[in-house]
């Protein structure tokens, strides 16, 4: 479950990312008045199988039944990982469009979600996740080539936000703006693009890449959603109290 707001006094309105239908909406009628009349709590991240009415002409469905699979316990215990949950969660209602079934999208935050709670490097596999997102979605930077003149790129290049991706030195004056980027932050994407999670787990990223490839794919999510994300200001705010406190 992505996320819930309240609809009245008795019921709740739930966002859902599902194999099926892709994100989609559900009402539950009576939760609050009746919380046993669904098996589950509907918490932030869980994942649940619902049977519901789908209505023709709403983009909110009424739901009958829904049980919970797994709550992903281990998340909520863990500040760290519990922010790059929900990052993942805003993502998800953030990027995808309504009813747009993307049944690997859903197979991969699934697998990140299970990972999250065993892996000791939460911030690593949000940053996997991302990439795989943006890639798996068409939404990706492009960094397969300069994306002015289409030339491979084999020597330094520059990243543009605003055109989104990488630019060679001949076509740097196309955005005046854009900052170098080490060859080795557009390898590192490229491979993750190209491997399965386990594999791209294995990889081992320099800090100094990982901070870039942070910034990159942080500017260019909130340039073209035309919006900062909630829960990565809040990831930030942490992680600034965590370095303060020598934590």
Do not use: W
Request: aromatic share 10%; proline share 4%; hydrophobic share 40%.
């Amino acid at each position: 479950m992505i996320r819930k707001i309240d609809y009245g006094e008795t019921s709740l309105i739930a966002h859902f990312y599902t194999k099926d239908f892709g994100k989609a909406h559900f009402i539950f009628k009576g939760i609050k008045e009746q919380p046993d009349k669904f098996s589950t709590h509907l918490e932030p991240f869980s994942f649940n199988e619902i049977i519901f009415y789908r209505k023709k002409n709403s983009s909110l469905h009424l739901a009958s039944q829904c049980d919970l699979k797994e709550n992903f316990d281990a998340l909520r215990t863990n500040l760290d990982k519990f922010s790059c949950a929900n990052t993942i969660m805003e993502l998800l209602d953030s990027v995808m469009p309504l009813e747009d079934p993307q049944p690997e999208i859903f197979s991969l935050s699934l697998e990140v979600l299970k990972s999250l709670c065993e892996y000791p490097y939460p911030d690593k596999i949000l940053t996997i996740f991302k990439i795989k997102l943006l890639n798996l979605c068409g939404f990706k930077p492009h960094f397969n080539s300069c994306i002015i003149c289409q030339e491979k790129i084999t020597h330094q290049a520059k990243f543009s936000i605003t055109l989104g991706g990488l630019i060679c030195l001949l076509c740097q004056k196309k955005d005046l703006r854009a900052r170098p980027v080490y060859r080795g932050t557009t390898a590192t994407i490229l491979h993750i693009e190209k491997n399965d999670l386990a594999n791209n787990l294995r990889l081992g990223i320099n800090p100094q890449i990982k901070r870039e490839l942070d910034y990159i794919l942080q500017a260019f999510i909130e340039f073209h959603l035309e919006k900062r994300l909630k829960s990565q200001k809040i990831t930030k705010d942490l992680a600034l109290a965590k370095k303060s406190s020598g934590l």
